[in-house]
């Protein structure tokens, strides 16, 4: 059992870096969270995946070769690709938070902006054991994911934005949403709970909540907690457009809940059902639905701050 798994602050750890990440500023976060590792007498070996596939292959021959610590300096996609390689291993996550949502760091209330910080909590060696939530296409492919898998509205943003080749950056986002919300329409979707519940109607967007948020702070689940063995299964009904305008600004305060177009539920797993609409969880591609999805818990051991909700004691 390496150290940080076993409740003690790591030896070695490697770092694993998306340069892209964050308009690039994760290189500098990632050198600079180095250097106050070495500080804190941490050996690092820093390294970053060609594409997203080598990516995910260093990440799991950094497992294999039992590094105290895998830490991601990047977004929530890095993370992601990390997870494929840390899902029930016992190989704790570190965090430097170098991306633009930053979804994962938010729930666990690890330090934004600040690569020292968040280094310092690695080298403190805190873990929590948190679920993780497990996506499987029709074809059997599967995926995990860490915050929020979305279908609906929401994905089919990122598809337009995924298509388009202008603008750069945020604007194109930005753009896509204006292309979605002009062509808005209501989305026939079916939702089969582990207890039998079916939902079957007309929706915005389905939204599986592991944490609260996604797309940089939207509490979607506001109150999903990812150490309950459950999701937070958050349905918004279709309206119309005007009031979706007024509905989304809502969602970064987590308010939408009281709107009556909206419904939660709880559930260990669930499959989605559209036609013609695609998943996508931790803002990465999942794939076109059907989705099963479900809930693996304490799949992920986390190195968190002090007081952080869900760390463990021992």
């Keep these: 059992m390496t150290a940080a798994a076993a409740g003690r602050p790591p030896r070695s750890v490697m770092v694993l870096t998306n340069a892209a990440a964050g308009a690039g500023h994760a290189e500098k976060a990632a050198r600079r969270a180095t250097a106050r590792l070495r500080e804190h007498g941490i050996e690092v070996l820093n390294t970053a995946g060609a594409d997203p596939e080598d990516a995910i292959?260093?990440?799991?021959?950094?497992?294999?070769?039992?590094?105290?610590a895998l830490v991601?300096?990047?977004?929530?996609?890095m993370i992601s690709l990390a997870l494929q390689a840390l899902a029930g291993t016992g190989t704790p996550l570190g965090i430097v938070p170098a991306g633009t949502g930053n979804d994962h760091a938010r729930a666990y209330g690890l330090p934004l902006g600040d690569p020292e910080a968040a280094a310092d909590v690695i080298a403190a060696g805190r873990t929590a054991t948190v679920d993780l939530g497990r996506a499987t296409t029709a074809d059997?492919?599967?995926?995990?994911f860490g915050s929020v898998l979305a279908a609906g509205f929401d994905s089919l943003v990122s598809d337009r934005t995924n298509r388009l080749r202008w603008p750069r950056g945020r604007m194109r986002y930005n753009l896509a949403i204006?292309?979605?919300?002009?062509n808005l329409r209501p989305l026939p979707f079916r939702l089969v709970l582990a207890d039998g519940t079916v939902i079957e109607r007309d929706l915005v967007l389905a939204a599986v909540g592991n944490t609260s948020s996604y797309g940089g702070g939207m509490r979607m689940c506001p109150q999903a907690d990812p150490a309950d063995g459950l999701f937070d299964l958050t349905v918004v009904r279709a309206m119309p457009r005007l009031k979706v305008a007024r509905f989304f600004p809502t969602v970064f305060k987590g308010t939408h809940v009281q709107h009556q177009e909206v419904e939660i539920h709880r559930t260990s797993s669930l499959r989605i059902e559209s036609p013609g609409i695609t998943a996508y969880a931790d803002g990465e591609y999942i794939g076109p639905l059907p989705v099963q999805v479900e809930v693996v818990p304490g799949a992920l051991r986390l190195l968190v701050p002090a007081g952080a909700r869900g760390a463990d004691t021992g």
């Design 178 to 182: 204006l292309v979605e919300f002009a």
């Design 57 to 68: 292959r260093l990440a799991r021959e950094a497992v294999g070769r039992g590094v105290d």
């Design 140 to 144: 059997g492919t599967g995926r995990w």
């Design 72 to 77: 991601t300096a990047g977004g929530d996609g």
